[in-house]
């Protein structure tokens, strides 16, 4: 039922058409803004929340999910935002790669406390732990699951500079793992005895892992298994909030763990116990989930302004290309900048019949009057533009260093949020976010040879 309100609200079917909801007693007010616009849901009173997945070209279907905002944006090209929120800035504002990198002393994926090397016995299979900088050297069979480890036998893995064998190439470690699962010849006894190796933990890291060690299992819980990566790595929150409650409790977890092999240890066993279960295991993560919701409310009432502007090659004669589009969203005075599964929810770039997504996202933060006015600045990509991706677009590479250097001594490439993040802002700046954006369109287009 609806967050603070009792009863059951919603009654669900499936059918070949997609996912239907029902609501009953039920207010619905559009909110619309260049760009996007969202749908607000109130039943008998309470706010209520769902998300809405497009099944056909021609209709929109929903799907119920425990908290958010109705986002609706038809095949046609309507608007788009769908719901999630404010975390506190150690967690929900970075993938649980950074997260657990930041908590190390690491910065992004790779860069991980080493530790002793951990076999983990799970069948035919096993897993060994494999500090990040040393080779895998053992005498078995090996797959790299996630993560990039010298002397294995088999990549399967999203990072960048992968040896993946094309004909496995998904966008998360734990898509390639399944779909390698997937192809394989049940009588292929080559792997029936291989050792997973990776060589930091994270939520992707961790699915992949369990992945190729229960690949039966698996194939049971892939849904859940690659919404909780995707919250991981890139941010997303997709149709539900199962992901982002497993990701939250294996980040938490696995920091509380102390290292990374030490995390898979105590995780491994339990993987799907929590993928079964994880909606009772709120202590995990209920209160970063629900700064999540509210956060995403600020968007949907308005509070926080979204905006979109168009790379329009045509008005630029100094280069040619695109850079893409940047979204925009702007904070009230006060309101602390949006973390990245608000951001990706608000510029959504993989749901079917979005039309075209954001390749640059501009995070503005307006200063009071008693501080003197402006705007703060966060320039980034979205979060998944770190990876190697087949089906989510590829993202232009930003030169952050020129960049900066074009903009001048206000902007700076230090102490950056996320693996994604270009520039920022060092203090207040007058500029309105809608010029800021188009300066920093041209300030790209005018280094496009440089990067060519």
Same mark, same amino acid.
């Given at each position: 039922? $609806?967050?603070?309100g009792?009863?059951?609200?919603?009654? %669900?079917?499936? =059918?070949?058409?997609?996912?239907?909801?029902?609501?009953?007693?039920?207010k619905?007010t559009?909110l619309?803004?260049?760009?996007?616009s969202?749908? %607000?849901?109130s039943?008998?009173g309470?706010?209520?929340?769902?998300?809405?997945l497009?099944?056909?070209?021609?209709?929109?279907?929903s799907f =119920?999910?425990?908290a958010g905002?109705?986002?609706?944006?038809s095949?046609?090209?309507?608007a788009?935002?769908w719901g999630?929120?404010?975390?506190?800035?150690?967690?929900?504002?970075?993938?649980s790669?950074a997260?657990?990198?930041a908590?190390?002393?690491?910065?992004?994926?790779?860069?991980?406390?080493?530790?002793?090397l951990?076999l983990?016995?799970?069948?035919?299979r096993?897993?060994?732990?494999v500090?990040?900088?040393?080779?895998? =050297?053992g005498?078995e069979p090996?797959?790299?699951?996630?993560?990039?480890?010298?002397?294995?036998?088999?990549q399967?893995?999203?990072?960048?500079?992968?040896?993946?064998?094309?004909?496995?190439?998904?966008?998360?470690?734990t898509?390639?793992?399944l779909?390698w699962?997937?192809?394989?010849d049940e009588?292929?006894?080559?792997?029936?005895?291989?050792?997973?190796?990776?060589?930091?933990?994270?939520?992707?890291?961790?699915?992949?892992?369990?992945?190729?060690?229960h $690949?039966?299992?698996?194939?049971?819980w892939?849904s859940?298994?690659?919404?909780a990566?995707a919250?991981?790595?890139?941010?997303e929150w997709?149709?539900?909030?199962a992901?982002?409650?497993?990701?939250i409790?294996?980040?938490?977890?696995g920091?509380?763990a102390?290292?990374?092999?030490a995390?898979?240890?105590t995780l491994?066993p339990r993987?799907?116990e929590?993928?079964?279960?994880i909606?009772?295991?709120?202590h995990?993560?209920?209160?970063?989930l629900?700064e999540?919701?509210?956060?995403?409310?600020?968007?949907?009432?308005?509070a926080?302004?979204?905006?979109?502007v168009?790379?329009?090659?045509g008005s630029?004669?100094?280069?040619?290309?695109?850079?893409?589009? #940047?979204? #925009?969203?702007?904070h009230?005075?006060?309101?602390?900048?949006?973390?990245?599964l608000v951001?990706?929810?608000?510029? $959504?770039q993989?749901?079917?019949g979005?039309?075209?997504?954001v390749a640059r996202?501009?995070?503005?933060?307006?200063? =009071?009057?008693?501080?003197g006015?402006?705007?703060?600045?966060?320039?980034? %990509?979205p979060?998944?533009?770190?990876a +190697?991706?087949?089906?989510?677009?590829t993202i232009? +590479?930003a030169?952050?260093?020129? #960049?900066?250097e074009?903009?001048?001594?206000e902007?700076?490439?230090?102490?950056?949020?996320g693996?994604?993040?270009?520039?920022?802002?060092?203090g207040?700046?007058?500029t309105?976010p809608?010029?800021?954006a188009?300066?920093? #369109?041209?300030? +790209?287009?005018?280094?496009?040879?440089?990067?060519?």
């Amino acid at each position: 039922g $609806p967050r603070g309100g009792g009863g059951s609200w919603v009654k %669900r079917t499936r =059918s070949l058409a997609g996912v239907l909801v029902w609501v009953k007693r039920t207010k619905i007010t559009l909110l619309s803004g260049p760009g996007l616009s969202v749908a %607000r849901m109130s039943a008998c009173g309470t706010p209520a929340r769902a998300v809405v997945l497009l099944a056909t070209l021609t209709s929109v279907v929903s799907f =119920s999910a425990p908290a958010g905002l109705l986002g609706l944006r038809s095949s046609k090209g309507l608007a788009a935002c769908w719901g999630s929120g404010l975390g506190k800035p150690h967690s929900s504002q970075y993938s649980s790669a950074a997260r657990l990198a930041a908590s190390r002393g690491g910065q992004g994926p790779g860069r991980r406390r080493a530790g002793a090397l951990s076999l983990v016995s799970e069948g035919g299979r096993k897993f060994q732990f494999v500090p990040h900088g040393q080779e895998y =050297s053992g005498p078995e069979p090996s797959i790299c699951a996630d993560g990039l480890v010298e002397g294995t036998t088999l990549q399967l893995t999203h990072w960048q500079n992968n040896k993946t064998p094309a004909e496995y190439k998904e966008d998360l470690s734990t898509e390639i793992a399944l779909r390698w699962s997937k192809l394989l010849d049940e009588d292929d006894q080559e792997w029936a005895d291989a050792t997973v190796v990776n060589n930091h933990f994270d939520t992707d890291g961790l699915m992949t892992v369990w992945a190729l060690l229960h $690949p039966k299992l698996a194939k049971k819980w892939a849904s859940r298994m690659v919404s909780a990566a995707a919250a991981g790595d890139f941010l997303e929150w997709g149709l539900g909030d199962a992901g982002v409650m497993l990701d939250i409790a294996f980040t938490r977890l696995g920091e509380e763990a102390g290292s990374d092999e030490a995390a898979y240890e105590t995780l491994l066993p339990r993987v799907e116990e929590f993928l079964m279960g994880i909606e009772g295991m709120d202590h995990l993560w209920k209160e970063e989930l629900a700064e999540l919701h509210e956060a995403f409310d600020l968007v949907a009432d308005g509070a926080v302004v979204c905006s979109r502007v168009s790379d329009d090659g045509g008005s630029y004669s100094h280069a040619s290309g695109s850079i893409g589009d #940047i979204g #925009i969203m702007v904070h009230p005075p006060g309101v602390a900048a949006s973390p990245g599964l608000v951001v990706s929810r608000t510029f $959504p770039q993989t749901m079917p019949g979005l039309g075209k997504g954001v390749a640059r996202i501009l995070v503005a933060t307006q200063r =009071s009057e008693q501080l003197g006015g402006g705007f703060s600045y966060i320039y980034e %990509r979205p979060a998944y533009a770190w990876a +190697e991706t087949v089906y989510r677009p590829t993202i232009r +590479e930003a030169d952050a260093a020129a #960049i900066q250097e074009v903009l001048g001594g206000e902007w700076t490439t230090k102490n950056l949020r996320g693996m994604t993040s270009i520039v920022m802002t060092v203090g207040a700046v007058q500029t309105a976010p809608e010029e800021m954006a188009r300066l920093l #369109i041209g300030a +790209e287009r005018s280094l496009l040879t440089r990067l060519a």
